[in-house]
């Protein structure tokens, strides 16, 4: 079992930036990586970015490459989201998850462990 509590979110003006954080406890250990999604009202939960514990290229969705960075303190166990020249776009809740199947860190259904969300405004 892996437990997340994400937290961060907020209302920003278009153009400004928000930090998002998520702390991991449990079993982190058997994660593959720790991914960022988010979900608009009325749309699917889609992927934004994810990193592995372990190290190696970070993942991001084409519409926040540039815009997003990922990271990870491993020694915390937290992994934290810097959204930067955000958009109205970008207005979601932003979930947190540690990915517990081998696959793609892409996709949604390799994720068994989620934060409860938290939701990000950009007002323009």
């Known amino acids: 079992q892996v437990q997340l509590v994400d937290s961060g979110g907020g209302l920003v003006q278009t153009g400004g930036s928000l930090r998002l954080s998520c702390a991991a406890s449990?079993?982190?250990?058997?994660?593959?990586?720790m991914g960022w999604f988010r979900q608009a009202p009325g749309k699917e939960r889609e992927f934004v970015a994810a990193i592995t514990w372990s190290g190696g290229m970070p993942y991001y969705a084409d519409s926040v490459k540039g815009r997003f960075t990922i990271s990870r303190d491993n020694a915390k166990n937290t992994v934290s989201l810097q959204m930067n020249s955000l958009k109205p776009e970008d207005t979601a809740v932003y979930y947190c998850?540690?990915?517990?199947?081998?696959?793609?860190?892409?996709?949604?259904?390799?994720?068994?462990?989620w934060g409860q969300g938290t939701q990000v405004t950009v007002s323009s």
């Open positions: 449990g079993r982190t250990s058997a994660s593959y990586a």
């Open positions: 998850a540690s990915q517990n199947l081998r696959g793609s860190p892409t996709r949604v259904a390799m994720y068994g462990y």
